[in-house]
């Protein structure tokens, strides 16, 4: 069963730092989010990518943090520099469109990367 | 006022109860509404979904939407060790520029299940 890829799965970092995270979304997935989830509450959406563009990335930090999918299939996300408030689970899904035409609940999750910063 | 709201729990029953877990939601534009279950480190992976109101039954779990009361509720029936999770509500409605869905997730309710 096809699934989405993550790496790394845990990374501790320290404040100040910087620090990526990649994703490789299930083959032919032109849609791809970037989630955070904060220990004790629900992903919120970071950005949105449909192939290489932006859809939405109106709650992603950009002071510090960057996301790009270049040729609209892997994506990496970056924070720099890093935050103690940014220590949290850091989740990335993908669908195969995204729109009015494809209902929402086909996002499919990937394991995770779980940043700690000291 | 969060858009959706959901008791974090913990909720501890023993194997073979009866569980129901709850969310209430304040946008009355939510048409999706969806239940995700989270086992430890692990990413989110979809229970159930609901279109608008109404109930739908797979197996053991049940979903019903009221709209009308802005109410969802999960029920897991004959419940196992193996249910042990997070269960997540998430909900969705298009944006405002009416082109895409946005999925909004509820905190979470930490289940323990006892043998």
């Known amino acids: 069963e096809a699934e989405v890829a993550q790496s790394p799965r845990y990374k501790i970092t320290e404040k100040s730092q910087a620090v990526a995270f990649w994703c490789d979304p299930i083959s032919g997935h032109a849609t791809l989010y970037w989630y955070r989830q904060i220990l004790g509450q629900g992903p919120e959406l970071l950005v949105q990518f449909q192939d290489e563009s932006v859809v939405d990335d109106s709650q992603l930090p950009k002071d510090r943090f960057s996301a790009e999918r270049l040729k609209g299939v892997d994506s990496t996300l970056k924070i720099q520099p890093a935050e103690l408030g940014d220590s949290a689970m850091y989740l990335c899904?993908?669908?195969?469109?995204?729109?009015?035409?494809?209902?929402?609940?086909?996002?499919?999750f990937g394991p995770g990367t779980r940043l700690t910063v000291t | 006022q969060k858009e959706v709201e959901q008791d974090p729990g913990p909720l501890s029953v023993p194997e073979g109860a009866i569980v129901s877990l709850n969310c209430t939601y304040s946008n009355s534009a939510f048409q999706y509404f969806m239940w995700y279950r989270q086992y430890s480190r692990k990413g989110p992976e979809l229970l159930m979904y609901?279109?608008?109101?109404g109930n739908k039954e797979d197996g053991r779990f049940t979903a019903q939407v009221d709209k009308s009361s802005k109410y969802i509720s999960l029920f897991i029936r004959d419940s196992q060790p193996s249910d042990s999770a997070t269960y997540l509500c998430?909900?969705?409605?298009?944006?405002?520029?009416?082109?895409?869905?946005?999925?909004?997730f509820g905190k979470g309710t930490l289940l323990t299940v006892n043998p």
């Open positions: 609901t279109y608008s109101s």
């Open positions: 899904a993908s669908s195969l469109l995204s729109g009015t035409g494809r209902p929402p609940y086909e996002q499919y």
């Open positions: 998430a909900m969705s409605a298009l944006n405002s520029g009416g082109s895409n869905y946005k999925l909004t």
